[in-house]
């Protein structure tokens, strides 16, 4: 046995017993790496990433861009890392469908969470049945950092498809300010007719930045009345 597998065996005997309470960044890492990088020493790998993004929090939010700019990381490292915030996220969504959403601000919070190391903008929509109580809240579209296209048809027919009374729309401002745009406003009075025509309400198009959110509804930008829409 060489002095590296002593090593890794201490590091997951020192897990297995006292959790990662005691552990350093770069360890926290390292006992990571063991999993997708079997026959190296990690450590060095593990130090230069905490060294470049200062966290362990920062490295698995990192794009695998930025992730593959650090010496000793590769696409098997990069995929394993990115697995750790999707699985999180996932964890959320199948929770997701236990939850009564009756008011707009538990609509805005639940949403916030899907946003989560999303780089680009991204268009969630969530379902709610006649209760309120959550359907389901998947993507819609992805697009560039400064744009995602809103298909119209295609929520409609997903709302439908989900056996939707009420809908939310959310998406993500990158940039870090969730101020609704112009464009915003118009693509919500569009999709809130069309919701409105097969009798499913739009209840709110929720802008996400930097883990926080501007309901549309609750600023002004968007009155659900105007469209003869019930609002919460």
Known sequence: MSLHDGHRQRLKAHFKEEGLDHFENHQVLELMLFYCVPRQDTNPVAHRLIERFGSVKAVLAASAAELKRVEGVGDNIVQFLRLFPEVERYCGMEKSKEIILDKREKCGKFMVPFFNNKRNETVYLLCLDAKCKVISCKMVGEGSVNSAGVPV?????????????????????PSGIA????????????????????EITLVDHVVVADNDYVSMADSGWYNPEENDVYAF
Not at 179 to 198: F, I, Q, Y
């Open 179 to 198: 101020v609704p745009s112009d464009e915003d406003r118009v693509t919500t009075m569009r999709l809130a007719r069309a919701l409105s025509a097969v």
């Open 153 to 173: 048809r295609r929520i409609v027919e997903m709302a439908l498809d989900e056996g939707a009374t009420s809908v939310v729309l959310a998406h993500n401002h």
